[in-house]
C-alpha cells in the first residue's frame, strides 16, 4: 500500500496526518509534497503555488503522470484527494486505487455525475459518512466507509461578555441576510463575529483575521463554529473539530443534511 498526495488543500493538512498514521498505518508519503508536513519520498508539484488555474491544472497533470512512473501496477495506491477534472483524464492508469472523496460530489460543475461514473469504472472510493456512500451507491460506484479524524485541541476556554462567533471556512458567503439572522438570534451588539473573509467588515463587531497557524489560540474564545456552506454529500472538517471539542455550531439550513449525521444534534443552533 502506498499513500498519495498529488492533489494537496490546506485545510485537509491536519486530517490528513491523522489518517496515513493512525488509520492507514503508514509513517511515509510514497508521493507528496512537502507543504504536508509529513515524511515524503518522491516530492511532488503543489498546484496552490500557482494563481493560472490553467498552470495549476497541469501541475496536477505532471504529479500524476510522475506517480503512475514510479510506481508499479502490483502496488496498491490510496489517493488523499482528487480533482475531478484532470483524474478523469488518467484513471485509467491507476486502476484499482482507492480514491477519499471530499467535495467531489457536491460540485456545480456540468457533467460532474458522469466524471464520477467513468473514474469509477477504474477506481473505489473513500468516504466519511454513510449518506455519501449511499449516494455513491446509487451511482453505481463503490464506496467504503472510513472514520473522520477527530482532533482534540488543548486550550482553557477563555470567557467573554459578547459570543464569539468563528467563520474559518473558505467557500461560504457572508451576506446582509446572514448577519440580521445572528443579529436577530443574539442581539446586534451581543455577538463579535471573527472571519477570514473581507465581508461585513463594515460593522463594529466583525474583524477580520488571517491565516490562523495554532488553532487553539482562536478556539478557545470561541462560542460558535459557523458552517454555513451548502453540504449535499460532503462533510465539514470544521464540524468535526467543534463537535471534538466540545464548541457548538452554527448554522443555517442550507447544509442542515451535513450537521444533522452526528449524535450531537444539542451542540447545533440553526439560525
Known amino acids: 500500500m ?18 496515513i498514521k493512525k488509520f492507514f498505518n503508514i509513517d511515509t508519503v510514497k508521493f ?19 494563481k493560472s488555474r490553467l498552470v495549476s491544472m497541469l501541475a496536477l497533470f505532471y504529479n500524476l503522470i510522475y506517480i503512475k512512473l514510479y510506481s508499479s501496477n502490483d502496488e496498491e495506491i490510496i489517493f488523499m484527494g482528487f480533482e475531478n477534472n ?15 472523496v471530499h467535495n467531489n460530489i457536491d460540485l456545480d460543475e456540468k457533467y460532474n455525475y ?4 467513468f473514474i469509477g469504472k477504474y477506481c473505489s472510493f473513500y468516504v466519511f459518512e454513510n449518506f455519501i456512500k449511499e449516494k455513491l451507491e446509487k451511482l453505481k460506484l463503490k464506496a467504503e466507509v472510513i472514520p473522520h479524524p477527530r482532533i482534540k485541541l488543548s486550550f482553557k476556554k477563555e470567557k ?3 459570543c464569539i462567533i468563528l467563520d474559518l471556512s473558505s467557500g461560504n458567503v457572508l451576506s446582509e441576510d446572514l448577519y440580521e439572522r445572528m443579529s436577530k438570534r443574539f442581539g446586534s451588539n451581543n455577538f463579535q463575529l471573527i472571519t477570514k473573509k473581507d465581508q461585513l467588515t463594515q460593522y463594529s463587531n466583525v474583524s477580520q483575521v488571517g491565516y490562523i497557524e495554532n488553532l487553539s489560540d482562536i478556539f478557545k474564545k470561541a462560542d460558535f463554529i459557523l458552517i454555513n456552506n451548502r453540504y449535499r454529500y460532503r462533510v465539514s472538517g470544521l464540524y468535526y473539530l467543534a463537535v471534538s471539542n466540545k464548541i457548538k455550531i ?22
Do not use: P, W
Open 86 to 100: 484532470i483524474f478523469l483524464m488518467v484513471s485509467f492508469l491507476f486502476r484499482n486505487s482507492k480514491l477519499i
Open 250 to 271: 452554527l448554522s443555517t439550513d442550507s447544509c442542515r443534511s451535513m450537521v444533522s449525521i452526528g449524535k450531537n444534534s444539542e451542540s447545533i443552533v440553526f439560525i
Open 2 to 19: 502506498i499513500i498519495v498526495e498529488y492533489y494537496f488543500q490546506q485545510g485537509h493538512k491536519d486530517i490528513n496526518k491523522v489518517l
Open 114 to 117: 458522469f466524471r464520477l461514473r
Open 160 to 162: 467573554s461578555s459578547a
Open 32 to 50: 507528496g509534497v512537502l507543504e504536508g508536513e509529513y515524511r515524503v519520498k518522491h516530492v511532488l508539484i503543489n498546484h496552490l503555488k500557482f
